[in-house]
């Protein structure tokens, strides 16, 4: 499977930005998925995570309340919804499959398929 994350961009604070997970090769409708993301000089941390089909969702504290995520098994595509941008949410943000056996919530060694990555830049 290869995963294809898009919609990044250059916004102030304050705004908001959707960003797509395509999926091609396979489908990833059973599949758990996540976004993470890598600031400059600083490890990547997670962000959310969906599960196959959409009915549960788990969130990094810091995030819950202004990121949202969701998929449309039938566009293959699983979205991050982020509003209220701030400018500590700059980074390039990732989307990656976990495998099949993970459990929900899942834990970061659970993914283990990334795609390319989107810049997100926020300014003050």
């Known amino acids: 499977v290869q995963l294809q994350a898009s919609g990044g961009g250059l916004v102030q604070a304050g705004d908001s930005l959707r960003l797509s997970c395509s999926a091609s090769g396979r489908t990833v409708s059973r599949s758990i998925i996540g976004w993470f993301r890598q600031a400059p000089g600083k490890e990547r941390e997670f962000v959310a995570a969906?599960?196959?089909?959409?009915?549960?969702?788990h969130y990094t504290d810091s995030m819950k309340g202004r990121f949202t995520i969701s998929r449309d098994n039938a566009k293959n595509t699983v979205y991050l919804q982020m509003n209220s941008l701030k400018p500590e949410d700059t980074a390039v943000y990732y989307c990656?499959?976990?495998?099949?056996?993970?459990?929900?919530?899942?834990?970061?060694?659970?993914?283990?398929?990334w795609g390319q990555g989107t810049l997100v830049t926020v300014s003050s």
């Open positions: 969906v599960s196959g089909s959409g009915d549960r969702v």
């Open positions: 990656s499959k976990a495998h099949s056996d993970s459990a929900f919530p899942p834990i970061e060694p659970d993914f283990l398929f």
